[in-house]
């Protein structure tokens, strides 16, 4: 049985005393959510922040990219090792805001995902089709070509050392999440064709959910069999609307 996980990806948002009031209002309110694993990933310049808040708690704590280099003249970069430094366990890989700028290929991005496991950090690989795309009808060929990028570099059993995010991109920011149905069938197409290569990795890695989810739409989204939890913007940059999502998740048995 895969337990829920809901990980808040603050994006550029944030500043010292509104990440304290949210991380200390997360711990307070999620200590009695026992079936649910929660992190949280900050812009860089807060790791320490979250790793002092949150040390000994319950809650998990992350960035949102690395370098896949280990150290060098890589100026602006950030290593996997300094990510260990700072107690990270996640750390977000191929996000489409990434993607979609430039910053990332899909090579680049299943480089970082190698460069992640190698030191024991847990990517959280994202995949998602664009609206043309979606349009189209191309959601499952173009998230599989993602996810294949990752498994030609890491085989199967290195993709079991992460997790998968399907966020398609125009239900990231928009206020227009997926229909419950289609994120349960790309998730369960792409776990079919983990499946394919190891059924074990197949029925124990962990696939969320991102784009838009709220509140209202958390409780019908965990409830697909192969959602296993959020990916969490908008909606996680304060606790009241961040711990309803988490709620929304522990209830799911
Ligand atoms: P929103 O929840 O704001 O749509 O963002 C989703 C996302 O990009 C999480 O990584």
């Not at 290593?79 to 090579?107: A, K, Q, T, W």
Request: proline content about 4%.
């Amino acid at each position: 049985m895969r337990r829920k996980l809901v990980i808040a990806n603050r994006k550029m948002y944030g500043s010292i005393p509104d990440n304290q009031a949210f991380l200390k209002g997360l711990l307070h309110e999620t200590c009695a959510l026992k079936n649910l694993d929660c992190a949280v990933c900050v812009p860089y310049p807060y790791l320490y922040q979250a790793q002092t808040m949150l040390a000994g708690s319950s809650i998990a704590w992350g960035a949102q990219n690395m370098s896949c280099h280990e150290y060098g003249p890589y100026t602006g970069s950030v290593s996997p090792s300094m990510l260990l430094e700072f107690g990270c366990e996640y750390v977000i890989i191929g996000h489409s805001e990434r993607r979609r700028r430039g910053y990332e290929s899909d090579n680049s991005a299943a480089e970082r995902f190698e460069a992640a496991i190698k030191v024991g950090l847990k990517p959280v690989f994202c995949v998602g089709e664009t609206l043309e795309e979606h349009k189209a009808g191309y959601a499952h060929q173009v998230t599989i070509r993602e996810l294949s990028a990752v498994i030609d570099h890491v085989g199967v059993m290195g993709l079991a050392q992460g997790v998968l995010a399907y966020e398609p991109i125009w239900a990231i920011g928009t206020g227009k999440s997926a229909s419950p149905e289609h994120a349960q069938t790309v998730l369960a197409f792409l776990r079919g064709h983990i499946a394919s290569l190891d059924e074990s990795v197949a029925e124990n890695i962990r696939i969320l959910y991102g784009g838009s989810v709220r509140t209202a739409n958390a409780k019908e989204l965990f409830a697909m069999p192969d959602i296993d939890g959020g990916l969490i913007g908008s909606a996680s940059l304060n606790t009241s609307d961040f711990i309803p999502i988490c709620r929304a998740a522990n209830a799911i048995d």
